[in-house]
């Protein structure tokens, strides 16, 4: 039972674009999301993170955009960089309990020059 | 030091062996994850620990025998292991113990089960 789900395994986009990545959850116990950026050979690193009570964060270039209602979220990342090609892991945490995070498949984004 | 390292990062061994996997922190955080992350899979807990005592134990096998020596460090002892435990291991830490505190995660240790 997939609880959060990446439905995009790779998105390709243009340098200077939006690049939209997009998450949905089964459970509404869920009540605190985050976005991981994972290059290879190294571990995911923190980029985001929003709490149900809000709809929107952002932090520089990145967004994160949550629906409750939808059992959304999404991340948008404006303008997209060559550096930011990554695996991109949405997260969600709260459903059970404190500390456990259940990550997404993952969505390879490649930033096309 | 805001990282968080992990040896070796290759590891092979044969079924009968006994190994150990360390991850180190010095950000003084009190809890402390292991994950394992097969590949094209999202990475999935394994053990918690938060102020040096287990806190999450995600129903592992008991061929998986995690440790916490202290805030710093922890281990993850590795004994009859199977070939489909071949997978990434990925440890983490946070500043607190509730889902408010990021992860800081490793890079990881590729372990090959042969």
């Known amino acids: 039972d997939q609880q959060v789900k990446q439905n995009s395994p790779s998105l390709s986009v243009q340098e200077g674009r939006i690049s939209i990545l997009n998450c949905d959850y089964t459970n509404s116990m869920f009540d605190y999301f985050l976005w991981y950026k994972k290059y290879p050979a190294e571990g995911p690193t923190f980029l985001i993170s929003i709490s149900s009570i809000k709809d929107k964060n952002e932090d520089g270039r990145f967004t994160v955009f949550l629906n409750k209602s939808a059992k959304h979220l999404s991340l948008h990342i404006v303008p997209s960089q060559p550096g930011d090609s990554a695996v991109y892991f949405c997260?969600?945490?709260?459903?059970?309990?404190?500390?456990?995070?259940?990550f997404g498949q993952g969505t390879r984004l490649t930033i096309n020059p | 030091d805001t990282e968080v390292t992990q040896t070796p990062k290759h590891l092979v061994m044969g079924m009968t062996n006994k190994k150990s996997l360390k991850c180190e922190q010095h950000m003084g955080h009190r809890a402390m994850y292991w994950y394992k992350q097969k590949a094209k899979k999202p990475p999935e807990l394994m053990f918690v620990y938060s102020y040096e005592k287990l806190s999450i134990n995600e129903s592992v096998p008991s061929r998986f025998s995690p440790e916490c020596p202290n805030s710093s460090l922890l281990n993850l002892h590795l004994h009859a292991l199977q070939p489909e435990d071949s997978a990434l291991y990925l440890c983490a830490s946070s500043q607190g113990t509730t889902i408010y505190n990021e992860q800081f995660f490793g890079p990881g240790t590729r372990l090959t089960v042969l």
């Open positions: 997260a969600a945490s709260g459903a059970q309990g404190a500390q456990k995070l259940v």
